[in-house]
């Protein structure tokens, strides 16, 4: 996906992998909020989101 940014049909396929009753995130599009997504990704990656709140 992030070789080939352009490729619609690997976008769609991602996207369909979603799990639909996953917890949703709702940050505006500021410098802070694109901070604090790249902050629970990360935290999702190591596994640590159990503490977090999106407040």
């Known amino acids: 996906m992030l070789q080939n940014k352009e ?3 690997a976008l769609r396929a991602l996207m ?3 799990d639909p009753n996953s917890i949703k ?7 802070e ?3 604090q997504i790249k ?3 990360k935290q ?3 596994g ?3 503490n977090f709140s999106n407040q």
């Open 16 to 18: 369909s992998r979603r």
């Open 7 to 9: 490729d619609k049909e």
């Open 25 to 31: 995130y709702n940050f505006p599009n500021t410098e």
């Open 44 to 46: 999702k990656i190591e």
């Open 48 to 50: 640590n989101l159990e």
């Open 33 to 35: 909020g694109r901070e």
């Open 39 to 41: 902050s629970v990704i």
